[in-house]
């Protein structure tokens, strides 16, 4: 019985690091093409994105969640029924919402002269940034986002309140009927299983820091 348990509980993980893996590669590129847009010069285009960020961030995600499966309804559409497509995209879009805000503060950070710096050595503007902002903005905001990246391990749990989606939580209620054991047992085996990995990404991001632990700021 334990290892049927632990097997079913290994199998919702592997969902739930299937959404946690794509909201991250997602995420973190949209993040940082958002806070351009909410750094544009281009008046329209900021506020729109601000309001973006505003509304994303001022709502809760699992409000969010059910916007984005069941909202095309709203408009005479058909409900999205791919309920792990739903998901993604809406933690796509509210963890990109934050790590813009993440990134701009970052990039606001680096002083005047850093691009000065660039200029005089002839470079262009996108030349100054992935080559000599980029890596210091990396630096500056390694801390937040690794928070960010944390709490994303443990908000896919979310992800079930849509149905169809049986990431590791949704498999420990499975587990309790299927063994008829308390839930708190399979619960407390899902514990264990975020505690390694969000152990092992600790690791992974103070390992990452120490290594650019030549940029002093």
Known sequence: MFLGILEQL??????TLELFGLTL?????????IAFCTMSKFYPLKLFFQVIV???RGTPLMLQLFIVCYG????????????FLAATIAFV????????????????SISRGQYEAGQVLGMNRIQIFF??????????????????????????????TLGGIVEIIAASKVVTGTYAVPLIYPLLGAGV???????????????????????RV
């Open 193 to 215: 299983f975020f505690l390694i990995f969000i152990g092992a990404l600790t690791l992974l991001f103070g390992f990452i820091e120490k290594k650019l632990n030549y940029f």
């Open 131 to 160: 080559c000599i902002v980029l890596l210091q903005v990396i630096k500056r905001i390694l801390a937040p986002i690794s928070n960010e990246v944390i709490t994303l391990v443990k908000d896919t749990s979310l992800a079930n």
């Open 93 to 108: 879009i509210n963890y990109a919402c934050y790590f813009s805000v993440i990134f701009r503060g970052g990039i606001e």
């Open 10 to 15: 290994a199998e919702g993980f592997l969902v």
């Open 54 to 56: 505003w509304i994303v």
């Open 25 to 33: 590669v997602f995420s973190l590129p949209l993040g940082l093409l």
């Open 72 to 83: 095309p309804s709203l408009f005479g559409l058909t409900a999205l029924r791919d309920s």
